[in-house]
């Protein structure tokens, strides 16, 4: 409030020197690689919206409200990718959080469960029949029969966006590549998922074992 009051000129400077106080980080909840597929199985006995809702999470790190606001226009079948430009939050349609899109190359299960879902009820492709769009609500459910039907622990639709940059990390994937993929505004929110990632650690050892660098050499 002070900072604020500083800001809009209410006061000159603040009065004393605040110290915030330390906020340890919260762990992020993510399905390893079994039991993401056992997820995936499960929402696909469901129906094609919950398919769709761990799909979009799992493999293309999408957040709930960007979900919500994926309409048909946003997939390019052709070349095989999806841009997310939009979100919605309590009805209102923004900018994706960090304020700017990014464009996404679809896996081949993403892109086939997309060609399969299909319709004209509405621009959305996340909708009921009626073509009411999904709210918030609805995707949160979605994630939590599929995962009541794979027998997994509840986690939730965000544990979904942790899970596809979890696995990318596994797989050695760049962190500024991750960042990218994700629309993380800060490089450091995605360094807090290279922990998952034995190749590069693997990697930055077997430097150790190389010759010693030329300026490190006395002459």
Same mark, same amino acid.
């Given at each position: ?33 079994? /039991?993401?597929?056992? #997820? &995936?199985?499960?929402? $696909? =006995?469901?129906? !094609? ?8 999470? +799992? ?18 079948? /052709?070349?095989?990718? #999806? &841009?997310?430009?939009? $979100? =919605?939050?309590? !009805? ?8 700017? +899109? ?27 029949? $009626? ?89």
């Amino acid at each position: 409030m002070l900072n604020v009051a500083v800001e809009w000129g209410v006061i000159e400077s603040l009065p004393c020197t605040i110290k915030h106080l330390r906020v340890p980080r919260s762990t992020m909840a993510f399905h390893d690689f079994a /039991e993401y597929q056992r #997820l &995936v199985k499960a929402a $696909s =006995e469901i129906d !094609g919206n919950t398919y769709l809702v761990v799909l979009l999470g +799992g493999e293309a790190g999408l957040r709930c409200g960007e979900m919500m606001a994926l309409a048909g226009s946003d997939v390019d079948f /052709e070349r095989e990718y #999806l &841009v997310v430009e939009r $979100s =919605e939050w309590k !009805g209102h349609v923004t900018v994706p959080k960090g304020g700017r +899109g990014r464009r996404l190359r679809l896996t081949v299960r993403l892109r086939d469960a997309l060609q399969r879902h299909r319709h004209l009820r509405s621009r959305r492709i996340l909708c009921e029949r $009626s073509g009411a769009p999904f709210t918030q609500k609805m995707v949160r459910n979605r994630v939590r029969w599929a995962e009541r039907r794979a027998g997994l622990r509840p986690k939730g639709v965000h544990a979904l966006r942790h899970t596809f940059c979890s696995h990318l990390a596994m797989h050695g994937v760049a962190a500024k590549a991750i960042q990218e993929l994700a629309g993380h505004e800060d490089l450091s929110t995605t360094q807090r998922y290279m922990h998952f990632s034995p190749k590069g650690v693997e990697s930055a050892i077997r430097l150790l074992d190389g010759p010693v660098p030329a300026w490190a050499v006395e002459s």
